[in-house]
């Protein structure tokens, strides 16, 4: 499932950590909603996986060194899950608390519209992606002092984020389905780094179209959940070109 929000704000500024503040929104919308699935989402397991991603668009802004500012005070959220229920909850959340202003630094932010967008439907066993919101190439050994970020130009970065994908996968899976994870082939097309402020640590991240080949429901899969780490984030989101 696939939504686009129009989120308005009371200024135009807003500090450049901007996808934790959208989890925040998220999760104030969440627990409003329904406190069960909240506690079932956040609170049960520490750092449970999640098939859903988000992106912003912010129309013609300008990156200052610690805010953004949006002249048009308006924010476009996608949001995208493989996972009907968390797609259902993201709708009904947002739609309850439509309207009502939730404030952020110096700032306010509020729900004006939600949508519901169309899935293009995977039959071929390759695609290519483009991303929506910037891939988190992430090698992390359970401590924050041992975590780093790779880019996709580099073949370190490439064997990283090809084992983080099998690992993505097998979990979603299982061991049932290790030989079509394992013929998963991809090519970076084209790449660009960047670096996205994200509670506060400067990740390095890629804006990139990716050629990948797999069985379809793999790429149906990769297609609404996201591609890389820190998925639910706001990092990974894609769209078929």
Same mark, same amino acid.
């Not at 627990?31 to 079932?40: A, V």
């Not at 690992?167 to 790449?191: A, H, M, S, T």
């Given at each position: 499932?696939?939504?686009?929000?129009?989120?308005?704000?009371?200024?135009?500024?807003?500090?450049?950590?901007?996808?934790?503040?959208?989890?925040?929104?998220?999760?104030?919308?969440?627990?409003?909603?329904?406190?069960?699935?909240?506690?079932?989402?956040?609170?049960?397991?520490?750092?449970?996986?999640?098939?859903?991603?988000?992106?912003?668009?912010?129309?013609?802004?300008?990156?200052?060194?610690?805010?953004?500012?949006?002249?048009?005070?308006?924010?476009?959220?996608?949001?995208?899950?493989?996972?009907?229920?968390?797609?259902?909850?993201?709708?009904?959340?947002?739609?309850?608390?439509?309207?009502?202003?939730?404030?952020?630094?110096?700032?306010?932010?509020?729900?004006?519209?939600?949508?519901?967008?169309?899935?293009?439907?995977?039959?071929?066993?390759?695609?290519?992606?483009?991303?929506?919101?910037?891939?988190?190439?992430?090698?992390?050994?359970?401590?924050?002092?041992?975590?780093?970020?790779?880019?996709?130009?580099?073949?370190?970065? #490439?064997?990283?984020?090809?084992?983080?994908?099998?690992? #993505?996968?097998?979990?979603?899976?299982?061991?049932?389905?290790?030989?079509?994870?394992?013929?998963?082939?991809?090519?970076?097309?084209?790449?660009?780094?960047?670096?996205?402020?994200?509670?506060?640590?400067?990740?390095?991240?890629?804006?990139?179209?990716?050629?990948?080949?797999?069985?379809?429901?793999?790429?149906?899969?990769?297609?609404?959940?996201?591609?890389?780490?820190?998925?639910?984030?706001?990092?990974?989101?894609?769209?078929?070109?």
């Amino acid at each position: 499932m696939r939504f686009n929000v129009e989120l308005l704000l009371e200024n135009e500024i807003i500090p450049k950590d901007k996808n934790r503040i959208i989890l925040s929104l998220m999760k104030h919308n969440f627990n409003s909603y329904d406190k069960d699935y909240f506690i079932e989402l956040y609170k049960q397991i520490p750092n449970k996986k999640k098939t859903f991603t988000f992106a912003l668009y912010m129309g013609n802004c300008k990156f200052l060194r610690e805010e953004i500012v949006i002249p048009e005070k308006k924010i476009i959220l996608n949001f995208s899950t493989y996972d009907m229920k968390d797609g259902i909850m993201f709708y009904n959340s947002f739609l309850k608390n439509k309207g009502l202003e939730y404030p952020i630094k110096d700032n306010s932010i509020k729900i004006n519209r939600i949508n519901l967008n169309k899935e293009k439907t995977i039959t071929e066993n390759e695609v290519i992606y483009k991303t929506l919101s910037p891939i988190s190439v992430r090698e992390h050994f359970g401590d924050n002092k041992k975590t780093w970020y790779h880019s996709l130009k580099d073949l370190k970065g #490439q064997e990283v984020f090809i084992n983080n994908l099998k690992y #993505q996968l097998k979990d979603e899976f299982g061991e049932d389905r290790i030989l079509d994870i394992e013929e998963i082939e991809f090519e970076v097309l084209g790449n660009k780094e960047v670096k996205v402020k994200n509670y506060g640590i400067e990740v390095l991240s890629n804006i990139c179209m990716l050629k990948i080949k797999a069985k379809p429901y793999i790429l149906d899969y990769l297609y609404k959940a996201g591609i890389g780490s820190q998925r639910s984030t706001g990092f990974g989101m894609v769209n078929l070109v």
